[in-house]
Structures are given as structure tokens and as C-alpha cells.
Nanobody, 122 residues
Framework: VQLVESGGGLVQPGGSLRLSCAAS????????MGWFRQAPGKEREAVSV???????YYADSVKGRFTISRTNTKRTIYLRMNSLNPEDTAVYYC?????????????????WGQGTQVTVSS
């Protein structure tokens, strides 16, 4: 199993980034996929989740700014992040959970990527 994130980097406040996560080694279409993030000194938190049927979850802090999507034929999920602010600075992780629900707890996810750094700074 592999989850490979890409698209992180340094961006100025107000800017945008799109993260991608390419999955392999499991039945992608049967899994809920999520984006989590961990800022320095803080616990990892769920940012956004998308089930295989398209059910969505967004953390309150990112609602209206972030958009999650998935393309099952490409076995890839995306996180479009707009209006970024310094509080969005974190390592962003892609994760996969077997099932059809909208899962927001870390221990519900069995597969994790290595993470990609997002830094929002002027």
C-alpha cells in the first residue's frame, strides 16, 4: 500500500495550493479518504474527508476555503486550499479508511502517507 502526497510548499497569506494524493495497493473505490494536518506542537487533526460515495466533511476552520475531491479512475484525491493563512501551516497527511462512512478520528484510518509540508508565510 502506498499513499504519496504532493503539492505542498511555501505560499504567501491569501494564496492557494492544491495537494494531491496518489494511492496504490488497495481497492481505492471502497475506501473513505481523508486529509489530516499536524502543526508544530499540536495534535493531528482531520481537515477534510470524502467517502467513496461522495459524502464530505470539512473542519470548521477550513469550511469555505478548502475543497476535497477524488478521481477514482486515477486513484487520486485532491485538496484545493484557498485563502491560506499562517494558521494553516502544518504537515498535511493523506489517509485511507476502509468503509463508507465519514471518519474523522485518526484511529479509523489504516493507511497513511508520509506527509507534505505546507507553510504560509510572507
Amino acid at each position: 500500500v502506498q499513499l504519496v502526497e504532493s503539492g505542498g510548499g511555501l505560499v504567501q497569506p491569501g494564496g492557494s495550493l492544491r495537494l494531491s494524493c496518489a494511492a496504490s495497493g488497495f481497492t481505492f473505490g471502497s475506501y473513505t479518504m481523508g486529509w489530516f494536518r499536524q502543526a508544530p506542537g499540536k495534535e493531528r487533526e482531520a481537515v477534510s474527508v470524502i467517502s467513496w460515495s461522495g459524502l464530505l466533511y470539512y473542519a470548521d476552520s477550513v469550511k469555505g476555503r478548502f475543497t476535497i475531491s477524488r478521481t477514482n479512475t486515477k486513484r487520486t484525491i485532491y485538496l484545493r486550499m484557498n485563502s491560506l493563512n499562517p494558521e494553516d501551516t502544518a504537515v498535511y497527511y493523506c489517509a485511507a479508511a476502509k468503509g463508507s462512512g465519514v471518519y474523522t478520528r485518526e484511529n479509523q484510518y489504516g493507511y497513511w502517507g508520509q506527509g507534505t509540508q505546507v507553510t504560509v508565510s510572507s
